[in-house]
């Protein structure tokens, strides 16, 4: 699943293609907005929001914003005209071209074009962007602090307390911490310098295309505990366990070193 620094770039890409451009065509492909048809309408920017993407367009008197969200599969790619797509036609989910690009969104999770001045409506609810000009690490740990018997990973995924962590970097946060992504977390020792070290995380990848959290670009020494289950841990050579967790009906995959991240309890 894209995390935050995956959306970012993505929010780049589309700004660098788009910006200022006028739409000669567009063309939805999902049952909501089937006729929408934005040609003629001139692009002001792309921006993301945690995990979100908008795509702000202007289209005579309409202000409107298309709010898309990679989801699981989602990508947005950028073509010229006519060239050929990489992924298949069925896949595309809305297609915006200007004179000189195609910008196509492929298997996007959401696609829906909203009024601009009603943009809280869709991203509203979330916390702090980590990646954000407004990101506010005070208020970000409060959120998180809300509810302190909560599990660390579920808080850290929950885009509400802070936006762009996903199951990747909460397995990071949770092994560079030392603390087992199930410990409570009001019983996390600091969580102001977790916190601080997911900002550099993605900071420092936003502009990689290849994602590293140990420093080391070569597959499989990329991250310390994601997708490693079984690999000996790079700190302790314990192995990497995988298990899931979640509330329940949401459980995703969580990886640790049992031996680098001893469960911790709240003392309160
Ligand atoms: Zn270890």
């Not at 934005?38 to 945690?50: A, K």
């Not at 740990?141 to 762009?164: T, W």
């Not at 993605?202 to 991250?223: I, P």
């Amino acid at each position: 699943m894209p995390e935050g620094d995956t959306v970012y770039r993505t929010a780049r890409l589309l700004d660098r293609t788009l910006r200022g451009q006028v739409l000669v065509a567009s063309d939805f492909r999902v049952p909501q907005h089937a006729t929408a048809d934005l040609s003629g309408g001139t692009v002001v920017e792309t921006v993301s929001r945690g995990k979100h993407l908008l795509t702000r367009i202007d289209l005579r008197d309409d202000r409107w914003t298309l709010h898309t969200h990679l989801k699981m599969e989602g990508s947005w790619k950028a073509f010229r005209p006519g060239q050929r797509w990489p992924r298949s036609a069925h896949q595309a989910r809305v297609v915006l071209e200007t004179g000189t690009a195609v910008a196509v969104g492929f298997s996007l999770g959401i696609v829906e074009l909203v009024d601009r001045a009603a943009e809280a409506d869709v991203v509203g609810h979330l916390g702090p962007d980590l990646l954000g000009p407004d990101w506010d690490e005070d208020v970000a740990l409060a959120n998180l602090a809300r509810e302190p018997g909560r599990q660390l990973r579920d808080a850290l995924l929950d885009q509400r307390n802070l936006a762009g962590i996903g199951t990747m970097y909460a397995a990071e946060l949770c092994f560079t911490s030392g603390v087992d992504p199930a410990t409570p977390v009001g019983a996390v020792p600091d969580l102001r310098r977790l916190v601080r070290r997911g900002r550099q995380m993605l900071v420092l990848n936003k502009e990689r295309a290849v994602q590293s959290t140990t420093g080391d670009l070569r597959e499989r020494e990329r991250m310390w505990v994601f997708r490693r289950d079984r690999s000996p841990c790079r700190r302790c050579g314990t192995p990497i366990e995988v298990t899931q967790l979640g509330p329940a009906g949401r459980e995703r995959a969580s990886y640790w070193c049992p031996s680098c991240q001893p469960v911790l309890v709240s003392s309160g």
